[in-house]
């Protein structure tokens, strides 16, 4: 995954960027970078990797090494970037967010076309310069960036600083991911994310439609590529993703969650769950917004029976081994014991995809004195992983939990009836659930419906990408 922000003024954007970028962290965690444009100097660039130091860290000297009235900057999870990039199109440093599926064969066509690469220590190309050679492909900026979308199978937000000093935004073909103008008396600025421009002092100018494509100077914005009238913005962001101040599509993130939560309890008290709860809690942070819904609308208290202590520990994803980041996120789990011992828990979790961070939860739990601990999914069985934004980090589908499970319970064959491992209210469904409880420890376990987490979000379903959950393209 990852975020960018870009900015044009009248003045030094520098500072804008600076904040503006730091404020997308929590979309990656491997590499950040800045580039600048001013009259005198012309482009600048740097890079740092932000795998033990955060972004803000790692930046805080640029103020005094770069200068520009025009500036993007990135997190991003995979490639370094932005790059500077010299084509028939002038010099420029570009940016982007997504994911590209089919990259060996559009490497050889722009090869075909006499374009080359620069490997990476890894052998692989770098997408934002795949994407990069794929617009110079084309006459204009707005022609290559329409062709590279065209081509592009996955997903690529793009945004470039350009040797004029202008900044181009385009949003992935189907909109999938978010891309919103802010404005404000001196200029404009490009972001993911809705609060990162408002805590900088810019007010809501407009949310790009999917594919659309606008340059922006500090005086304006002219459109290249209109919106497409297709869109299907991740749903997954609203569960999991997407920071609780965050907006997309008019829908803030915290809302949407306690909806969804409340939506869970309303399910479970029609299917007539009896058992006692004294706490309902949230796991990890993202869940608590929904534990929090699902609290209000069961008259059950809201609790926190462990707390994270994040101040010096890495994030829990960060080690290369698996066992070193089981460890870590075990070690931040502080008990809270009295609302523990003896006590009879529900946990709502943003998400269960492979479900071995979850097993040591249960198990600290049950080690402090848990009576039983519930679980509750946000979103419903992941099925597929994602190959519009990786957010799964599966290498292959039968690395989620539902589908070693499903595999487990009666083999290939299984895959032939997702649907009903899906549905709670099946006998497959109910089989599903009932062994990954054995599995991961809980008394019961269920999944948000993809019904009710459509209705949770408020968007036609025909505009949300479910494809995690429901194979749907």
């Known amino acids: 995954m990852g975020g960018f922000f870009g900015a044009v003024n009248r003045e030094d954007a520098i500072n804008d960027v600076f904040f ?19 009259p005198r100097i012309g482009l600048q660039r740097q890079i740092h990797s932000i795998e033990k130091t955060p972004f803000r860290t790692k930046f805080d000297k640029v103020f005094e090494e770069m200068k520009g009235f025009a500036s993007i900057g990135c997190i991003s999870d995979t490639d370094p970037q932005p790059l500077l990039i010299k084509t028939r199109l002038g010099t420029f440093a570009i940016s982007t967010i997504g994911i590209i599926n089919n990259k060996r ?48 199978e996955g997903t690529a937000s793009i945004l470039i600083l350009t040797e004029k000093g202008t900044i181009i935004a385009a949003r992935d073909k189907l909109g999938r991911l978010p891309v919103l103008i802010g404005k404000r008396e001196d200029g404009y600025c490009v972001s993911f994310e809705s609060f990162a421009y408002q805590k900088v002092g810019y007010s809501f100018y407009k949310e790009l439609g999917p594919g659309e494509t606008v340059e922006i100077t500090a005086d304006g914005i002219t459109q290249l590529n209109p919106p497409g009238k297709k869109k299907r913005i991740c749903a997954f962001l609203w569960s999991y993703y997407g920071y609780p101040t965050a907006t997309y599509e008019g829908v803030n993130v915290e809302v949407m969650r306690m909806r969804n939560g409340a939506i869970m309890a309303r399910n479970d008290k029609e299917k007539g769950a009896d058992y006692h709860l004294d706490y309902v809690a949230g796991v990890p942070d993202s869940g608590t917004a929904h534990a929090i819904g699902y609290a209000s609308n069961s008259e059950t208290p809201f609790g926190r ?35 523990i011992k003896d006590k009879d828990l529900l946990f709502v979790d943003d998400s269960i995809v492979r479900g071995t961070q979850l097993r040591e939860t249960v198990e600290f739990l049950y080690s402090n004195g848990a009576k039983s601990v519930h679980m509750r999914s946000a979103c419903p069985p992941i099925m597929y992983g994602c190959k519009y ?17 499903i595999m487990e319970l009666e083999g290939e064959e299984g895959f032939n009836h997702l649907d009903e491992y899906c549905d709670g209210k099946s006998e497959r469904g109910q089989k599903l659930r009932n062994t990954i409880c054995k599995k991961l420890n809980f008394d019961t376990l ?28």
């Open 20 to 38: 503006g970028t730091d404020y997308h962290s929590h979309l990656g965690t491997k590499q950040g970078g800045i580039a600048a444009y001013d």
């Open 105 to 152: 064969d559009l490497i050889d066509l722009c090869i075909k076309n006499g374009g080359n690469f620069n490997a990476m220590t890894s052998g692989e190309t770098n997408n934002s310069e795949l994407v990069a050679a794929l617009i110079n492909q084309r006459d204009t900026f707005a022609e290559g960036i329409k062709f590279a979308q065209d081509n592009i």
């Open 305 to 339: 029976p462990f707390i994270k202590y994040t101040q010096t520990w890495l994030r829990s994803f960060m080690p290369a081994n698996q066992s070193d980041r089981n460890r870590v996120a075990k070690m931040k789990l502080l008990p809270v014991t009295d609302l």
């Open 389 to 405: 934004l990786n957010f799964s980090r599966a290498t292959s589908d039968m690395e989620l939990i539902t589908r070693s499970t």
């Open 446 to 473: 269920d999944f948000q419906t993809l019904e009710g987490i459509i209705e949770a979000i408020g968007i036609d379903e025909e505009e949300l990408c479910t494809y995690c959950w429901s194979g749907k393209e």
